[in-house]
């Protein structure tokens, strides 16, 4: 039978080049390909085709910053397949964001200044806000939306015989500080990107201690600094274009700048061909790339804690608790 991958945000940046590399892979795949925009999703379905006429190619509708779309999603997929072997959860948002120049300069001149550029730690604030399901749309799209899909999945993912894997895109930017257990949502602070990444490696954490035994493994990856619409957003590609000398001078002292979706999906690439059951759940895989542009994957610990992890799990799973009861009233008053 067919392997199914289903994957989050296949419509630009590092999805798409996923979907590209593990066709190149293994073209016997089916890829499901998980996008808010249809029109987009059946432009990369053909042209996936086209150059892998192999391969089987589908599509399902998901906004996951809107929990309608993610139910009407998952009913779907329970209709199509009996059980999906990879879901990568890769759809993410940076909004609004603002590059700190006081930060930058500051740091141009101090001894983290490797660090700086390879994480962008303090540098980027975004401006967020609430989705119509009344919750902060970074969290919501980068981590919520996906919690909720894959608690829906969890008769396609929990098969103990034979495991299923997901694969979470975070970021180097994850980071601790920037999260709070108290605010889950950050709907204080002013990196809801940061804390959003760093919820993910909570909860894939979480998601191992959880069910594991259940036959569902979970892994987190940063595929690095790539030019992507993402990036477009922080500052415009012409910008990329003039200060690239200079990343390419850095490539050869740090290793994240990966630059092209191709190289940043080299960490999805290789947890695909890994048993989920001999990774270590509390390291994060890193894509990265040589000065002369040769990729490699490594790894590094997480700073986290098992115990905070299980603590936010039981806070997701409360909200949603939650938000379900919300609903039912909506559906229950119309
Ligand atoms: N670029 C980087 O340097 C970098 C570094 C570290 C981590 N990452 C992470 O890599 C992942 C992919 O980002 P990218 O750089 O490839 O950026 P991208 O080209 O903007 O891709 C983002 C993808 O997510 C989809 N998406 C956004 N909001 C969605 C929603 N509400 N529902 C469904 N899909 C949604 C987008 O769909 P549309 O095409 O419809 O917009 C797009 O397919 C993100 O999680 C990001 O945080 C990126």
């Given at each position: 039978m067919r392997k199914v991958v289903l994957i989050t945000g296949?419509?630009?940046g590092v999805g798409l080049a996923l979907c590209r590399r593990l066709l190149e892979e293994d073209d016997a795949l089916h890829l499901c390909l998980a996008c808010r925009n249809m029109s987009k999703a059946e432009a990369v379905r053909t042209s996936l085709l086209a150059s892998h006429p192999a391969a089987e190619v589908s599509i399902v509708q998901v906004d996951v910053s809107s929990l309608l779309s993610v139910f009407q999603a998952t009913k779907e997929l329970k209709q199509r397949f009996q059980r999906l072997d990879y879901v990568y959860l890769n759809a993410g948002i940076m909004p609004n964001p603002q590059l700190n120049i006081k930060a930058l300069f500051r740091g141009l001149f101090s001894r983290n200044v490797i660090h700086m550029f390879s994480t962008a730690e303090g540098l980027l604030t975004q401006n967020d806000k609430l989705t119509p399901d009344g919750l902060q749309e970074v969290f919501e799209t980068n981590v919520f939306g996906h919690f909720i899909l894959i608690q829906e999945l969890e008769s396609l993912l929990c098969h103990s015989e034979s495991p299923s894997q997901l694969i979470w895109t975070s970021s180097?930017?994850?980071?601790?500080?920037?999260?709070s257990l108290e605010d889950v949502q950050h709907?204080?602070?002013?990196e809801p990107y940061s804390s959003s990444k760093y919820a993910i490696d909570l909860l894939s954490v979480a998601l191992n201690r959880n069910f594991n035994q259940q036959g569902l493994y979970s892994s987190v990856v940063c595929p690095g600094t790539m030019l992507t619409s993402l990036t477009y957003g922080i500052l415009p590609p012409f910008v990329w274009m003039l200060i690239m000398p200079i990343i390419w001078l850095l490539r050869f002292f740090a290793n994240a700048f990966t630059l092209t979706p191709h190289n940043g999906t080299e960490a999805l690439v290789w947890l695909f061909h890994q048993k989920p059951e001999s990774l270590n759940p509390l390291v994060k895989y890193l894509s990265a790339t040589t000065g002369f542009g040769s990729n490699y994957v490594t790894s590094k610990k997480m700073d986290l804690d098992e115990d905070t992890a299980e603590k936010f799990y039981q806070k997701l799973l409360k909200l949603e608790k939650q938000i379900r009861v919300t609903i039912q009233k909506t559906n229950n008053q119309n």
């Open positions: 296949a419509s630009s180097r930017n994850a980071k601790k500080s920037n999260f709907s204080k602070g002013q």
